[in-house]
């Protein structure tokens, strides 16, 4: 039977502070490459089914200047 073990490269520090959890995004950083430009196109509203809405919700917004008037 093989005995596979599993090292990280760098361990988790439980009792960090700032500074160690900033250190290991940094570390991480240059495994994610962020996407070039993200553009989201307008949805027409019939094909937006299955969403419901609280009553108490829908008079928040509609009582808003930006979404109900």
Request: proline residues 10%.
């Amino acid at each position: 039977m093989t005995n596979l073990k599993v090292h990280a490269p760098a361990p988790a520090d439980l009792d960090g502070d700032l500074a160690s959890l900033r250190g290991d995004c940094a570390r991480m950083a240059r495994h994610w490459a962020a996407p070039e430009k993200i553009t989201s196109r307008p949805v027409s509203p019939s094909l937006i089914l299955g969403v419901t809405v609280p009553a108490t919700s829908a008079r928040l917004l509609e009582a808003m200047p930006d979404y109900g008037n």
